[in-house]
């Protein structure tokens, strides 16, 4: 079974200054999908980026990036120039390919990000 | 475009009472999946219904139950309520098909008194 582990509960960092949250996950699979879902207080879980394992290339949105280092199975969120509006939960979530079986999603504990003006 | 909604937003219920939660798709999509959201926990995915038949279930007992309607909604039901049932329960749309994205609605906070 695939397992997704955020080691860090919280994290805080200045505004304007760059941040990263870690995630790191267990899997016997050679194809999958990785995301990193953002949950402000509202609750509504939001996808921040999305990476597909076959591609080499890191995923970027704007000021959020990953790091994903499939040997390591290590996947973390860079995210620059911070904003008062980053501050939310981070949940890190993996997910098999498309099948009978392996549409859910498998989330970590998350990371409480604050920041600080 | 409406995305996915849920209703209610927050429920209290009493220890062995019975509950029914909503969810409305967001357009276009045909698979609504479940999850629950303990305190200071990451989602646990319940199943997901497609084609109004549960296609995939996690662990979670029978009391745990669902249904989906033709236009897509669908319905968590949960029996003989339990405190630790009490959570934040999601639901996510998606399309079969649909490599990537799940879309979450705001949640349905269920408390059990």
């Known amino acids: 079974a695939q397992t997704v582990t955020q080691s860090q509960p919280e994290m805080s960092v200045q505004e304007a200054e760059t941040v990263t949250l870690s995630c790191t996950y267990d899997?016997?699979?050679?194809?999958?999908?990785l995301f990193w879902y953002k949950q402000p207080p509202s609750r509504q879980m939001i996808l921040v980026i999305r990476?597909?394992?076959?591609?080499?290339q890191n995923a970027t949105e704007n000021r959020f990036s990953v790091n994903f280092q499939k040997a390591a199975k290590s996947f973390s969120l860079k995210i620059s120039d911070s904003q008062l509006g980053d501050a939310a939960m981070y949940f890190c979530?993996?997910?098999?390919?498309?099948?009978?079986?392996?549409?859910?999603?498998?989330f970590g504990t998350g990371t409480r990000l604050q920041v600080f003006p | 475009d409406a995305g996915v909604t849920q209703s209610p937003t927050h429920l209290i219920k009493t220890r062995g009472q019975q509950v029914t939660l909503r969810c409305s798709p967001k357009?276009?999509?045909?698979?609504v999946s479940w999850y629950q959201q303990a305190l200071g926990q990451g989602p646990q995915f319940i199943f997901q219904?497609?084609?109004?038949?549960?296609?995939q279930r996690g662990n979670f007992p029978d009391r745990f139950s669902g249904h989906q309607f033709p236009n897509y909604s669908s319905e968590l039901n949960v029996n003989a309520l339990l405190l630790g049932d009490s959570a934040l329960y999601l639901c996510?749309?998606?399309?079969?098909?649909?490599?990537?994205?799940?879309?979450f609605g705001p949640g349905t906070r269920l408390t059990v008194t």
């Open positions: 899997t016997s699979e050679s194809d999958y999908y």
């Open positions: 996510a749309s998606s399309a079969i098909g649909g490599y990537y994205e799940q879309y």
């Open positions: 219904y497609y084609e109004e038949e549960e296609r």
């Open positions: 990476q597909e394992a076959y591609k080499q």
């Open positions: 357009s276009g999509h045909d698979t």
């Open positions: 979530a993996y997910r098999s390919l498309p099948g009978e079986d392996t549409d859910k999603l498998i």
